[in-house]
């Protein structure tokens, strides 16, 4: 045990006293009067004896009731990058969609648009996700015979397309050439829920409230990683079943930042995007706590 750790949450929390293994603070949440707030240092974990607020991780603490400044000295006793030191904002991207797009979202729609609404109907997509994800198709030009899937910036801005055939068209994705580091409708996600990790744009319809990795993975300097960092508690990782150095690699990026990482298990299916919405959320509910140790244990056994 870390004596500056102590002295940092004394710091964040207020004054503290020992019991044993554990020191005994003020509960952050339900502000009870005695110091029922039980932390253990040692074993890494946290329980207030009042309301049950606890958390496998003691940085959550830190991350969720300090300073800036606290945050900070925090993760440089982790021996991790302070991200707020760092210029997180990406380089405006801005794409232009395909002049023959259509929307899909309108009332009166094209016979055209028959085909694309007849794929999106097997992949289980409803009218409410094709007008929240202003789904759109081009029945000509380059992107013939595609559904079209827009990303919106933060400005509202298009910042990336999908164009996925609804035929026999190569290749299955026609996507335009640009830089993957950005957050794909970064506009519409609510931070102040639980964000899950996905491969596909398909997957993160069904899953909601999800980024999807366009088929790259998470580096540490990626502005997707950062601002996940910056603002979530906890992860969920969804990711395909045959993927699972991915999903290692990124399930320790995670946990060495102090971030709850979540497996949601997809096994049985080729992908999240195979999955109902109901399915998706069930297996989201009994989703497996990572820690470091089955973590380990799990990877060896890859």
């Known amino acids: 045990m870390s004596q500056k750790r102590v002295n940092l949450l004394r710091n964040v929390l207020g004054n503290s006293y020992q019991v044993g293994e554990e020191h005994l603070f003020h509960c952050p949440k339900c502000k009870h009067h005695k110091s029922k707030l039980s932390v253990n240092f040692g074993k890494g974990f946290f329980k ?11 940085s959550n603490l830190v991350y969720s009731f300090g300073n800036t ?16 030191e760092i210029d997180k ?21 094209s016979p055209l648009s028959a085909p694309a609404r007849s794929y999106l109907n097997t992949r289980n997509i409803t009218r409410d996700d094709i007008v929240w994800w202003k789904i759109g198709y081009c029945s000509d030009g380059q992107y013939a015979g595609r559904v079209i899937i827009p990303s919106f ?19 299955k994705y026609l996507n335009p050439p640009a830089e993957k580091d950005f957050i794909f409708n970064e506009l519409y996600l609510d931070w102040s829920k ?17 980024i999807p990795l366009l088929g790259s993975t998470l580096r540490e300097n990626s502005y997707i990683f950062q601002k996940i960092v910056e603002n979530c508690d906890e992860v969920y990782i969804a990711l395909d079943d045959d993927a699972k150095s991915k999903e290692f690699k990124i399930s320790k990026l995670f946990m060495s930042y102090g971030v709850d990482v979540y497996r949601i298990d997809t096994s049985g299916f080729g992908d999240v995007g195979e999955m109902d919405k109901k399915t998706f959320q069930a ?20």
């Open 153 to 171: 910036g933060l400005d509202g801005e298009v910042t990336y397309f999908i164009a996925r055939t609804y035929g026999d068209h190569w290749p």
């Open 48 to 58: 207030c004896w009042v309301c049950d607020y606890n958390g496998r991780k003691i």
């Open 69 to 84: 400044n606290q945050k900070q000295e925090w993760r440089s006793l982790d021996g991790v990058v302070d991200f707020s």
């Open 194 to 210: 639980s964000i899950t990790i996905v491969e596909g744009v398909f997957d993160a319809i069904v899953s909601d409230n999800a």
């Open 283 to 302: 297996r989201k509910k009994t989703a497996a706590f990572l820690s470091l140790d089955n973590y380990l244990m799990e990877k060896l056994s890859f």
């Open 89 to 109: 904002k990406p380089e405006k991207i801005l794409v232009n969609l395909p002049q023959e797009f259509m929307t899909l979202t309108g009332k009166h729609l």
